[in-house]
């Protein structure tokens, strides 16, 4: 993929209720210039997520109709509904002099990183497994079976962690909104 600008694309992954949602939104509330792409996911919406600004809720026809459009830069499947990135948007942001976030699991990460080596990869983990355990239940979004497949999920991820250029461990959001500012400004002086 071609980028006329010097901006760069940062992917960020992390297990499942490691807290990276609320990881990113610290970083973005301070960083309103970088872009945070908006996915698109077959999964249905959870209570509260809008249409257009938490994902793009498409339907299983929709996301094959674009997969063999190939609108998508990666798109993965995860615990049994799928999640992609349109491609188009990626490209219109970095050429326009934006900064983009990705928010994405270990499979895409690994696809961009391919089709783009440029693209800087993060994972933010949880400190160990068993407190990841206690968030995901804590969160009462899944019921036991979404949550064992997500547990498995996450075995694989933190194997996957091992190809990325950064690791945040989220012991405490600050430090690691912290940890997540002082990789992306070195990355940014780099430029
Ligand atoms: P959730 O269903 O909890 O919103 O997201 C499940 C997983 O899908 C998370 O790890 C999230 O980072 C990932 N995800 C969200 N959007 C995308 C995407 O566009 N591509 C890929 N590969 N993963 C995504």
Redesign the pocket.
């Known amino acids: 993929m071609e980028n006329s600008s010097n901006k760069k694309l940062y992917v960020i ?1 992390g297990s ?1 209720g490691v807290g990276k949602g609320t990881v990113l939104k610290g970083f973005m509330a301070k960083h309103p210039d970088f872009a945070l792409s908006v ?3 077959t ?1 249905a919406p959870r209570v509260g997520e809008i249409d257009g600004i938490n994902y793009f809720f498409l339907t299983k026809e929709q996301f094959q109709e674009c997969i063999d459009n190939d609108k998508f830069l ?3 499947e ?2 049994g ?1 799928r ?3 349109k491609e188009k948007y990626i490209r219109q942001c970095l050429n326009n002099g934006m900064n983009v976030i ?4 270990t ?2 990460a690994l696809q961009v990183k391919k089709k783009m080596p440029e693209a800087i990869l993060i994972f933010i983990a949880p400190p160990s497994l068993e407190e990841l355990e206690q968030r995901l239940r804590g969160r009462h979004t899944e019921d036991e079976e979404t949550i064992q497949k997500r547990l498995n999920e996450v075995k694989k991820e933190l194997e996957c962690a091992k190809q990325y250029d950064y690791t945040v461990i989220n012991d405490k959001v600050e430090n690691a909104i912290s940890a997540l500012e002082k990789i992306i400004t070195g990355e940014q002086e780099k430029c």
């Open positions: 992954s499942s996915s698109c996911t999964r990666e798109w993965a995860f615990a509904n999640y992609g990135t990705l928010e994405i699991e499979k895409g």
